[in-house]
């Protein structure tokens, strides 16, 4: 079943007005409504997680960010799958 790519095919992905035609931007204005806190508990609460080895909970990295006392703060993304055995998410695909 797709999720992500539900839309492909149905709109054309160089325009705004088919995006939000098909429900796009919805989570983000839900989101703007929100406090940090609340966001932060929604994601908690989705089980969203990492994809890497480790597959780190995105709502618990997104807590200890927002509780970081500094003015600067960073969040550093890989964005590579490519070392073997990384993609945490396989199992959904029969493997």
Known sequence: MKYVL??????DPESIA?????AGFKGFE????MTQEQV????????????GGSGFPAGKKW???L???NAKKYVI???DEGDP????DDRFLGR
């Not at 539900?6 to 709109?11: E, L, S």
């Not at 839900?30 to 409504?33: D, F, K």
């Open 6 to 11: 539900r839309n492909c095919g149905v709109i």
């Open 18 to 22: 088919d995006y939000r035609s098909h």
């Open 30 to 33: 839900r989101a703007m409504g």
């Open 40 to 51: 932060i508990q929604e994601v908690t609460r989705s089980g969203l997680r990492g994809r």
């Open 63 to 65: 807590e200890l960010a």
């Open 67 to 69: 509780a970081s006392k």
């Open 77 to 79: 993304c890989n964005a």
């Open 85 to 88: 055995g990384a993609f945490m």
